[in-house]
């Protein structure tokens, strides 16, 4: 069996997986920056996390991988409700179970990450009566996390981001091309979309290499759907129904990972989501490094 180098030096590609050891424990850094734009009135807001990951158990069959935040730099009225949460869950362990080739399969102990979850949020709904906007995206964020699906989407975005390329093969100068659903951020049904993937970068002799991806939400849905939310929200006000009409809207999402392929270990990442809804724009950046 080729191991991820020499594979790389052969056929001129590379496949990412964790290749950990029993023990093995990372330092990980992470930026989070939301940025708000309301009829030009542009507002930012930058939080960071320092986060440690031990590989608990690694196996031919897989890794248990106990994820902490072990400390936080909350940015005042962070909109963020995640980063607010994740913020107030600084030193509760997130046990995660990784396939051999490291791929995200749960959150093992989601009965312990869930009562210290709820506990944070009712803390939060009480504290934001005076804040409708977080109120609502807290009471929102309680109803999710009742579901051990919803609570590994809200709450383990960063992690399962980190193993975001593991499981693959890649191969320079080709765009892997996927139709893919994504999610609808007024509600509703998911959009169409289009993702592309690729290899930008492989250099074996240093065992490097980029992979990028990029996603484009179906325009035409995504404006029927920001036009019936907007008639549900002002009962089909002909002024602000004319005024979404002419709006260009979008959805985009783009990634970047640099991997040490020879330890699996993702050097530097960021991901970016811009949305332009016409009545709000908005854009969230994730920069993610391993320091150690």
Not at 118 to 144: G, R
Request: hydrophobic share 35%; aromatic share 10%.
């Amino acid at each position: 069996m080729f191991t991820a180098f020499t594979y790389a030096q052969t056929v001129n590609a590379v496949t990412v997986t964790p290749r950990w050891k029993n023990k093995e424990a990372h330092t990980v850094k992470i930026r989070s920056t939301t940025t708000l734009n309301n009829n030009g009135d542009a507002q930012t807001y930058s939080s960071a996390f320092d986060t440690k990951f031990i590989v608990k158990e690694a196996t031919e069959t897989g890794y248990k991988v106990e994820w902490v935040y072990s400390n936080s730099k909350l940015a005042e009225n962070d909109p963020a409700a995640e980063n607010q949460i994740l913020a107030r869950l600084t030193g509760t362990k997130m046990l995660i179970k990784l396939s051999e080739a490291g791929r995200f399969i749960e959150l093992m102990n989601v009965d312990e990450v869930k009562a210290k979850s709820d506990k944070v949020l009712d803390e939060l709904i009480s504290n934001s009566a005076a804040n409708p906007t977080m109120n609502a995206q807290y009471k929102a964020a309680k109803q999710v996390i009742t579901s051990r699906q919803g609570l590994e989407i809200a709450l383990l975005k960063h992690i399962k981001f980190y193993n975001f390329s593991f499981g693959f093969n890649y191969k320079p100068d080709f765009v892997q091309t996927n139709n893919i659903k994504f999610p609808n951020p007024l509600g509703g049904q998911p959009f169409d979309a289009v993702e592309k993937v690729q290899l930008t970068k492989l250099d074996s002799k240093n065992s490097l290499c980029t992979i990028e991806t990029s996603k484009v939400i179906d325009g035409k849905n995504l404006k029927a759907s920001v036009l019936d939310y907007v008639k549900k929200a002002t009962n089909s006000n002909p002024e602000a129904i004319d005024q979404m009409n002419k709006a260009s809207m979008e959805i985009t999402e783009n990634t970047m990972q640099q991997i040490d392929f020879a330890k699996g270990i993702v050097q530097k990442s960021y991901f970016k989501r811009a949305m332009n809804l016409g009545f709000q724009n908005s854009t969230t950046l994730w920069e993610i490094e391993t320091l150690d």
